[in-house]
């Protein structure tokens, strides 16, 4: 017997005895491995990288002032982890990856170089503190990293001062206490912190330097406008702007400023207000411009004004004196409210909606988007079996067809159901997506057409699979069973031969054997069972079966994915695991945030990987394409997609 960390290798039965949370879990290795098998072998990383060609998706249900066109032709805004400079003439992405846990905060330096972005504090708080990362949007170098163990919650608002060149950063953070904070941003490697105080003891959504006067900041939120002073000694006043007569609003929610340095505020009950220049009085008041909240204002370089409502999706054009052009503007309610307006290219706008989507346009020719998202949890992903495309699926009940070499949404079908887990019969014209709810579905890839639905429990479908003669269908529950469809004729057909019980927890992976004869199934609570499909009986005798090939290997625990549960794995780490088409290489995703990159087989309990951050949550599935050109993840929460070149 030989061991490492947590494995033991028994040379006599040809089996690795792996221990997960303590529990022992019985490998057994295939006949042309197994008298040679090594276990403190080390397995090398593979001599193919991965490289980020493409991030889907965009935040703005829950983020403000976070897009903005940069001098390069570029938009820049973020989703994840992940920066993203998108050039949408030229069809091509950069991305900033330099944070650890989700962006919140954009800003844009006066000199239209420089970038600053705030991140939240992340799951393990010792790597991923709140800071604040000032980077170079042309080399993509980071200039300073700010605040880190300085903020406790995440940084919501970030501004770089404006009349002085940029030389301060303001900064608030969504701790209890919200506390604003000035920084000289360019002082030694963390910059110095000129001062900090309490902001409010409501939530503060906006905070932005005045454009003219240097030391002048703007904050709004919650029933609040606050005209704030730095005086010479660094120390913070406050004034709170004056309803007077007039009602107060629930939130003041964005600001902008005239050319002549007046502050304005768009607030909750749809209302403009003009605050005179170095007042906190009211000089000018426009009632209900918005049916709702107005999301966003934007300053236009001719001094003209555009106000975003959320609720009623219309642009609203006033002139450089502000006064009503009667020009408006409308977005499609199926993109989300208005969430971001700011000037693009000559007279076109970009606006962000709570839709996570991006569209550009212009008053006159209408709006148009360029980028779309999932706006809910992230699980159902599968790759075409013989097209560049790929769907995912998720807890907004969207089933998404997309393009991963146009980068472009082929279709987009609400199917009025939190979507699980998703995947492509065999020869990719059906599409299965399971549900929450116990309830599953089968629809036209081309046509997008509902041809079966059926349920299984009440409780998720956390996989489904197609076998390789697309002859079965195989369902993973959360109610611990396999349940086993044949298909008969056009996929309209669905008889179900059986349930395969036998599992204690919930069904995580199913993978089919090649001659679609045999399943195995992994559980919650890292049990590896084997079935015969036509059958639907557990195959008692793993050894017997260790040299069935796979079609397969979503798996994370199998004979061949031992490297990838790193020492003390608790058996939660490891969400996903892909295996390229020619047996290769094998993605993971895990509850980390990372993607990594093993040799094909990870057989070894020491396999050496490439590892790659960008999502900000649990990587909840990982694919490659059908020709291995690429690798699509998926982040649990951070709704985004990544698509990564394998080089």
Sequence with gaps: MSSTHTATYNEEEGALKLFLRGRPIILYAPSDVRDNFD??????????????????????????????????????YFVAAAVVLYNPDEQCQRHYLGHTDDVKSLAIHPNKLLVA??????????????????WNSVSLATVAVIGAGEFTGSVNCISFSRADGGSLLTAIDDSPEKIISVWDWQKGEKGLRVTETRCSVDTVVAGEFH????????????????????????????????????????????????????????????????????????????????????????????????????????????????????????????FGAIRVVSEGKGSQLL???????????????????????????LWGLAAHPNMAQFVTGGFDQLLQLWDSLSHSVVWSKDIGEHIQSCAFSPDGEYIAVGGISGRWMVFDTTSRELLAQLSDGQEPIQTIKFSPDGQFLAIGSRDNSVYIYQINGNSRRFARVGRCSGHSSYIKHIDWSEDS???????????????????????????????????????????????????????????????????????????????????????????????????????????????????????????????????
């Design 517 to 647: 004869q045999v399943i195995r199934s992994n559980s919650g609570d890292y049990e590896i069972l084997f079935w015969n499909a036509s059958t639907c009986r557990q195959i008692t005798s793993a050894s017997s079966l260790r040299d069935v090939k796979w079609a397969s290997q979503t798996c994370t625990l199998s004979f061949n994915t031992v490297g990838i549960w790193p020492e003390h794995a608790d058996g939660t780490d490891v969400n996903s695991a892909a295996r390229s088409n020619d047996s290769t290489i094998l993605a993971s995703g895990d509850d980390f945030g990372k993607v990594k990159l093993y040799s094909f087989p990870a057989a070894q309990p020491k396999s050496l990987c490439h590892l790659y951050g960008g999502h900000s949550s649990h990587v909840t599935a990982v694919e490659f394409l059908c020709d291995d050109t690429r690798v699509i993840s998926t982040g649990g929460n951070d709704t985004s997609v990544m698509q990564w070149t394998v080089i």
């Design 351 to 377: 606006i962000g909606t709570t839709r996570n989507c991006i569209l550009i346009g212009s008053f006159d020719l209408g709006f148009n988007p360029v980028v779309m998202g999932h706006v809910d949890e």
């Design 211 to 334: 454009p003219l006067d240097r030391s002048q900041i703007i904050t709004v939120g919650k029933g609040h406008v606050a005209f704030w002073t730095l005086d010479q000694n660094g120390t913070l006043y406050k004034r709170m702007g004056v309803f007077e007569s007039r009602e107060k609003p629930k939130y003041v929610t964005c600001i902008a400023f005239t050319q002549s340095g007046d502050v304005i505020t768009g607030d909750s009950n749809g209302n403009i207000i003009v605050w005179s220049r170095g007042t906190n009085t009211i000089s000018r008041f426009f009632k209900k411009v918005h049916d709702g909240s107005i999301f966003s204002l934007c300053t236009l370089k001719d001094g003209g004004l555009i106000s975003g409502g959320g609720k009623d999706g219309r642009l609203v054009l006033f002139d450089s004196e502000m006064n009503r052009s009667g020009v408006e503007g409308f977005v499609e309610p199926h």
């Design 117 to 134: 972005t705030g991140q939240c504090a992340g799951h393990d708080r010792r790597e991923a503190l709140p800071h604040i990362r000032v």
């Design 39 to 76: 276990i403190s072998k080390v397995s090398p990383a593979p001599n193919r990288k991965l490289k980020l060609d493409w991030v889907y998706g965009y935040r703005g249900k829950d983020c403000r002032s976070n897009l903005y066109q940069l001098p390069t032709g570029e938009m820049a």
